[in-house]
């Protein structure tokens, strides 16, 4: 029972242009969610977070939106550059004293 | 470094023997998780401690699996008779007491285990 779900494997975008990377989750028990951008043969690191009583948190090219209603949230990345190229998780957590769940990633590939 | 510190980076086992996996924690981290991301999947969680609690285990895959923190800081992941699908890459993470200010995890670079 995947809890946290990234339906899109794969995405390409063309350097300077959007990159949007969607999330799922089906706990209505989530309040905090994260983003996490993972190279090959490196341990993923972080890269934006937003609680549940935000709906948009920005942090210079990085902009994360929630709509919990729809349990939904996305990454919005520009302009994309061809060294954002890696694996990107969407994470979440019940509380902020609970486990961290992560969805499965998708893989950006930004084309020079 | 002043990061989280796991070994072995690589351990190649034949199927059947056990394994001990290590993970030091950044200090003052009082949260420690254990993830695995085998082959072409994501991370999925194993187990997490947080400070004196009783861990949530409710990740561990069967009775073959087993962690334990020693004095609030470093933990081993331990394997018993390993299977080929356990092969994967063992990710250990730590953070601040309640995910901190920004809920980030800190990650080491992970342990890439091979069973033959």
């Not at chain 2, 950044?26 to 609690?53: C, D, P, V």
Request: aromatic share 10%; net charge neutral.
């Amino acid at each position: 029972d995947q809890q946290v779900k990234q339906n899109s494997p794969s995405l390409s975008v063309q350097e300077g242009r959007i990159s949007i990377l969607n999330c799922d989750y089906t706990n209505s028990m989530f309040d905090y969610f994260l983003w996490y951008k993972k190279y090959p043969a490196e341990g993923p690191t972080f890269l934006i977070s937003i609680s549940s009583i935000k709906d948009k948190n920005e942090d210079g090219r990085f902009t994360v939106f929630l709509n919990k209603s729809a349990k939904h949230l996305s990454l919005h990345i520009v302009p994309s550059q061809p060294g954002d190229s890696a694996v990107y998780f969407c994470a979440a957590s019940a509380a902020s004293y609970d486990k961290v769940i992560f969805g499965p990633g998708t893989s950006l590939s930004v084309i020079p | 470094g002043a990061g989280v510190s796991q070994s072995p980076s690589n351990k190649v086992t034949e199927k059947g023997k056990d394994v001990e996996l290590r993970c030091d924690p950044i200090s003052g981290h009082t949260a420690l998780y254990w993830y695995r991301q085998s082959l072409g999947q994501g991370l999925e969680f194993l187990i997490y401690f947080q400070g004196n609690s009783a861990p949530d285990k409710s990740g561990l895959p069967s009775d073959r699996f087993s962690a334990e923190r020693t004095g609030g800081s470093v933990s081993t992941l331990t394997i018993q008779r390993t299977q080929q699908e356990d092969s994967a890459v063992y990710l250990c993470a730590s953070s601040f007491p309640g995910l901190g200010t920004t809920g980030e995890l800190f990650f080491g670079e992970g342990s890439r285990l091979t069973v033959l």
